[in-house]
Nanobody
Framework: QVQLVESGGGLVQAGGSLRLSCAASGRTFSNYAMGWFRQAPGKEREFVAA????????NYADSVKGRFTISRDNAKNTVYLQMNSLKAEDTAVYYC?????????????????WGQGTQVTVSS
């Protein structure tokens, strides 16, 4: 079992930045690929970014490519999502997720463990 706790969400103006963190506990963090997903009001949850076990491979949704950066610190059991040049359409609840079944994945059904989410609100 892996427990995930997100933090770092909040209210920010358009054009601003936030860094989300996701702290993991319970199992060997470096054995898990990690992903960030988000769900806006009235919309389905969607993929944002993913990172492989060792951090060597990253993957982004087209909507955030060039603005968001996913990274991980296996010594701290933490994955990050640096979000720059935020837009109103980035407003959502952001979730981190973990899987040890795949090297990396864009698909939420490949992830077995989820955090509770953190709210990001971007004002225009």
């Amino acid at each position: 079992q892996v427990q995930l706790v997100e933090s770092g969400g909040g209210l920010v103006q358009a054009g601003g930045s936030l860094r989300l963190s996701c702290a993991a506990s319970g199992r060997t963090f470096s054995n898990y690929a990690m992903g960030w997903f988000r769900q806006a009001p009235g919309k389905e949850r969607e993929f944002v970014a993913a990172i492989s076990w060792g951090g060597g491979t990253t993957n982004y949704a087209d909507s955030v490519k060039g603005r968001f950066t996913i990274s991980r610190d296996n010594a701290k059991n933490t994955v990050y999502l640096q979000m720059n040049s935020l837009k109103a359409e980035d407003t959502a609840v952001y979730y981190c997720a973990a899987t040890n079944r795949y090297y990396s994945s864009r698909h939420q059904y490949n992830y077995d463990y989820w955090g509770q989410g953190t709210q990001v609100t971007v004002s225009s």
